[in-house]
């Protein structure tokens, strides 16, 4: 784990960027439920194209949560690598990742589940399952690649992961118990408009004024 080694502990607001191990360049979990909340995972390296650049999950998984993991290398899993693991991603970003084999996720006898979390933009195959199935295979409306940068996100060449105010990703998630739909990777509230957005980012509806100030949130 170059940035932090887990095994069932809980990562809530943190930043991890800019670390390099050979697994697990930015986070490692293993033999243990783990919970990653409201976190950024971003420009990791995992060495010699070893596995999870930003985050590599071992005989142990857990939940991941608003979360971005974005623009980190390796050599199976450019955002997260799997093993022997099970998981939940809950609107979690997975974006401008790089791998030969599963640039976005790779997955090794592991039964994941994503839920209005966006796979998209990864450079290379966006995912990767070796010897098994993705154990129940994420329903399409849950993996979400819609192509052309300047669709989806606000400015990715300054690290800018929120959706445009035009992207198909606003109001395309599912509404989940409030247990779990509480506040984005922002600290905004996750419902604004009626329907949760898909990935880490809550966008604010068009002219709304949530403070009721008279300036648009928008502005602020």
Same mark, same amino acid.
């Given at each position: 784990g170059g940035g932090v080694r887990i095994s069932g502990t809980s990562v809530r607001s943190c930043s991890i960027h800019d670390n390099q191990a050979i697994c697990g360049g930015g986070i490692h979990n293993s033999f243990g439920d783990s919970w990653i909340d409201r976190c950024t995972v971003v420009s990791n390296l995992a060495l010699w194209w070893g596995k999870g650049g930003g985050l590599y999950l071992s005989y142990g998984g857990g939940f #991941?949560?608003? !979360?971005?993991?974005?623009?980190?290398?390796?050599?199976?899993?450019?955002?997260?690598?799997? *093993?022997? &693991?099970?998981? @939940?991603?809950?609107?979690?970003?997975?974006?401008?990742?790089?791998?030969?084999?599963?640039?976005?996720?790779?997955?090794?006898?592991?039964?994941? &589940?994503? !839920?209005? !979390?966006?796979? @998209?933009?990864? #450079?290379? *195959? *966006? !995912? $990767?399952?070796?010897? +098994?199935?993705?154990?129940?295979?994420?329903?399409?409306?849950? $993996?979400?690649? *819609?192509?052309?940068?300047?669709? $989806?996100?606000?400015? $990715?060449?300054?690290?800018?992961?929120?959706?445009?105010?035009? @992207?198909?990703?606003?109001?395309?998630?599912?509404?989940?118990?409030? @247990?779990?739909?509480?506040?984005?990777?922002? +600290?905004?509230?996750?419902?604004?408009d009626g329907t949760a957005d898909r990935g880490a980012y809550e966008q604010f509806p068009p002219n709304q004024d949530s403070d009721s100030d008279g300036l648009p949130d928008e502005w602020e």
């Open positions: #991941i949560a608003n !979360t971005l993991i974005a623009q980190n290398e390796g050599g199976a899993g450019g955002g997260i690598a799997a *093993e022997l &693991s099970r998981f @939940s991603a809950i609107h979690c970003t997975i974006a401008h990742n790089t791998a030969p084999k599963g640039a976005g996720v790779y997955h090794y006898m592991t039964a994941p &589940s994503y !839920t209005n !979390t966006i796979i @998209s933009h990864n #450079i290379g *195959e *966006e !995912t $990767v399952t070796d010897n +098994g199935t993705i154990n129940p295979a994420p329903p399409q409306k849950y $993996v979400f690649t *819609e192509p052309g940068l300047d669709v $989806v996100f606000q400015d $990715v060449p300054r690290g800018n992961f929120r959706l445009r105010w035009d @992207s198909p990703g606003i109001n395309a998630g599912t509404n989940l118990p409030d @247990s779990l739909d509480t506040i984005d990777l922002d +600290g905004k509230p996750r419902i604004l």
